[in-house]
């Protein structure tokens, strides 16, 4: 089961159907999904798939949640599969399983995104952290963070949660670091 985990100030809880309208207030910030993806505006039929993508991972036991505070949404934060290339720098990363697949690696991808007006406030830590202690502890798959090189805000986040920069590699044209946790 999917359940929903709760911090000090946060409730995070799996998303539904019915949360297309919030990816969509969400992403409507362009200094919010400046360095997501390609950084270009993401529609209502993008949401839609990724959505898609979502739910079918929480049947996985893995999935983006909700992330509320005094029971309002201000962002998500959760694990999503990726493949790369490879494990050295420059390996390109995709979100769909590649055609050759033995040339590929999968992995969890922990993703956070907030609303402008909760940044700077340690949520985005705190959101990550939470999902981290929930999941990362029943797998042995890699769990890495893609980071835009230039998005200093989340670099921060990673580097809280005691993650360095692990491998450089682009999603796309855009470069991205994977940051992960200290070698086992």
Known sequence: MFATLTTERLSLRPFTESDLALLDQLHADPEVYRYLGDGRPRTTAFHQGWLARTLQGHAEGIGQRVVERDGRAIGRCGLSRYWRSGDRDGAALTTTPPA??????????????????????????????????????????????????DNSRSIRVAERLGWSAQQRATLGDRPTVLYGPPSK
């Open 100 to 149: 050759q697949p033995e040339a590929w690696s999968s992995f969890l991808e922990m993703g956070w995104t907030f609303e402008r007006a909760a940044w700077g406030q340690g949520l985005a830590s705190e959101a990550a952290a939470a999902v981290l202690a929930a999941f990362v502890a029943h797998t042995d798959e890699p769990v890495f963070a893609m980071i835009h090189v």
